[in-house]
């Protein structure tokens, strides 16, 4: 299974596309505006608790932050960066902690930098190398009116040129959902479909590895959260399970309910 941000995604949530000045306002006036932040030297080199509190308080949820714009660049540069694993093989890339400061941000500049990054398509050569790309997807659902850019992940998902990324593009699958972007649905049953008997009749467009716990995971909270039904699929059940909890969400997604007529 491949390493996942884990936690950090709980500090992350929606938005991003291009904003004029008149449209960076109305996004700003959903939540107060906070002090603009300009990035400390060592946000790169801080442990990682110590970067997560930092976080938290420069960058709170109740406050939209403007960023210094002679710290965007660096920030974008820094979603681009691959790391290398910290001592012991724990994972704290760069890209990661630029996605959570962006992401915290709520800032329309700062969804712009996500959402560009995601639109490079791009796929990592290590298991691990999507992590802040994965991050940056989730850091979407923060902002204000995240339909706004939420509308921009639904190519990433769906049709000709998805993401290559299948944790990527299950993340921006996620943020869309959350945004009510239904037309990802069919995608994410695929997901949950995969290395079950049901699933070997789906035409796929993404390939499928040994390593999908979290990508099928992530699929079933999504869609279990737009339902409005608890979490109950379990990405190491049994076929029969993962069959089942797939079909009980399509039935509640998907299909029409009794008695409605056919277009």
Do not use: N
Not at 228 to 256: C, M, N
Request: hydrophobic share 45%; charged share 25%; glycine share 6%.
């Amino acid at each position: 299974m491949r390493a996942r941000p884990g936690r950090l995604l709980v500090l992350l949530a929606l938005g991003a596309c291009q904003a004029g000045p008149a449209r960076e306002a109305e996004a700003v006036s959903l939540l107060p505006r906070g002090v603009e932040l300009v990035l400390p030297r060592d946000w790169r080199t801080l442990s990682p608790e110590a970067f997560w509190a930092w976080a938290r308080s420069a960058l709170p949820d109740d406050h939209a932050t403007p960023i210094a714009k002679d710290c965007l660049p660096e920030l974008k540069k820094a979603l681009e960066e691959v790391t290398t694993p910290l001592e012991g093989g724990a994972h704290d890339p760069l890209a990661v902690r630029a996605a959570v400061i962006l992401g915290r941000s709520r800032y329309p500049s700062c969804a712009s930098i996500l959402i560009r990054r995601l639109e490079r398509r791009e796929l990592g050569p290590e298991r691990w190398s999507d992590c802040g790309d994965t991050v940056a997807a989730a850091a979407l659902a923060r902002f204000p009116d995240p339909g706004r850019y939420a509308q921009r992940l639904v190519p990433l998902v769906v049709g000709s040129r998805p993401h290559p990324d299948l944790e990527v593009r299950v993340e921006c699958a996620a943020t869309a959902l959350h945004a009510g972007f239904r037309e990802v649905i069919p995608f994410l049953l695929q997901v949950l479909r995969i290395d079950t008997y049901a699933g070997q009749a789906d035409r796929r467009d993404f390939a499928v590895s040994p390593t999908t716990a979290w990508a099928r995971g992530r699929a079933a909270e999504a869609l279990s959260t737009f339902a409005g039904v608890p979490l109950t699929y379990r990405f190491d059940g049994s076929i029969a399970h993962r069959e089942e909890e797939a079909a009980k969400l399509e039935a509640l997604l998907l299909q029409p309910p009794p008695g409605a007529q056919a277009p």
